[in-house]
Nanobody
Framework: VQLQASGGGLVQAGGSLRLSCAAS????????IGWFRQAPEKEREFVAV????????YYAQSVSGRFTISRDNAKNTVYLQMNSLKPEDTASYYC???????????????WGKGTLVTVSS
């Protein structure tokens, strides 16, 4: 599975962005997709995950209530709607895929390149 994240950019605190993760290759709709992020000089951390059908989602506590993950299997695309952004959300955001529905990056088999989100105060 090949993954391509897009949609990052510069936004003011309180603003919104929507990230996209376009999947291709081996039946992307069979895979759970997760979003992870890595801020400068910090370890990569889990953000959100969605199962293959979109019926189950799970969020990190730090983004719960502000971010929404969704998917459109007809378009082989997963979205991360980010609202009420804070400067601490500044990071490179990565999407990852695996057959298992898991919030752990070590479970993810496929990774895309990151897209940078910068939130100014």
């Amino acid at each position: 599975v090949q993954l391509q994240a897009s949609g990052g950019g510069l936004v003011q605190a309180g603003g919104s962005l929507r990230l996209s993760c376009a999947a291709s290759g081996r039946t992307p709709s069979n895979y759970a997709i997760g979003w992870f992020r890595q801020a400068p000089e910090k370890e990569r951390e889990f953000v959100a995950v969605i199962n293959w059908s979109g019926s189950s989602t799970y969020y990190a506590q730090s983004v719960s209530g502000r971010f929404t993950i969704s998917r459109d299997n007809a378009k082989n695309t997963v979205y991360l709607q980010m609202n009420s952004l804070k400067p601490e959300d500044t990071a490179s955001y990565y999407c990852a895929a695996d057959e298992s529905y898991s919030p752990y990056e070590y479970d993810m088999e496929y990774w895309g390149k990151g897209t940078l989100v910068t939130v100014s105060s």
